[in-house]
Nanobody
Framework: QAQPLESGGGLVQPGGSLRPSCAASGFTFSTYVMSWYRQASEKQRELVAT???????NTADSVEGRFTISRDNAKNTVSLQMNSLKAEDTAVYYC??????????WGQGTQVTVSP
C-alpha cells in the first residue's frame, strides 16, 4: 500500500532543532511533489513547505529562514530541518505527496512539541 511514513518528531525546548523525515513506498517518489503540512490543536491544517521533483522549494512565511525542506530521490525520503523552534510550531506534522494528475498520499503524522 502506497503511503508516506513520518518519523523524527518529538519534544524540544524553544530555540532547539528537530529534523523529521518521511520515507515513501509504493509509488514513484521522484515524480511527486512533496510537502510538509502541520495541524495544531483546534486549528486548520496548514502548508509548511514544498519541494518539487527537481528540488525547487517554497516555504511558508511563518517558518521562512528557520525551516528547510530537502529530498533524496535515491532514498525516497523528504526531510524538514527545523531550527529556532518556537512554542507556536507545536503541531502534528504531516508528509504529503502529490503528482501531476493530483494523485495524493498522506502520512499518519508525527507530533512536534516545543516546550520548556
Amino acid at each position: 500500500q502506497a503511503q508516506p511514513l513520518e518519523s523524527g518528531g518529538g519534544l524540544v525546548q524553544p530555540g532547539g532543532s528537530l529534523r523529521p523525515s518521511c520515507a515513501a513506498s509504493g509509488f514513484t517518489f521522484s515524480t511527486y511533489v512533496m510537502s510538509w503540512y502541520r495541524q495544531a490543536s483546534e486549528k486548520q491544517r496548514e502548508l509548511v513547505a514544498t519541494i518539487t521533483r527537481y528540488g525547487g522549494t517554497n516555504t511558508a512565511d511563518s517558518v521562512e529562514g528557520r525551516f528547510t525542506i530537502s529530498r533524496d530521490n535515491a532514498k525516497n525520503t523528504v526531510s524538514l530541518q527545523m531550527n529556532s523552534l518556537k512554542a507556536e510550531d507545536t503541531a502534528v506534522y504531516y508528509c504529503n505527496a502529490r503528482n501531476i494528475v493530483s494523485r495524493t498520499y498522506w502520512g499518519q503524522g508525527t507530533q512536534v512539541t516545543v516546550s520548556p
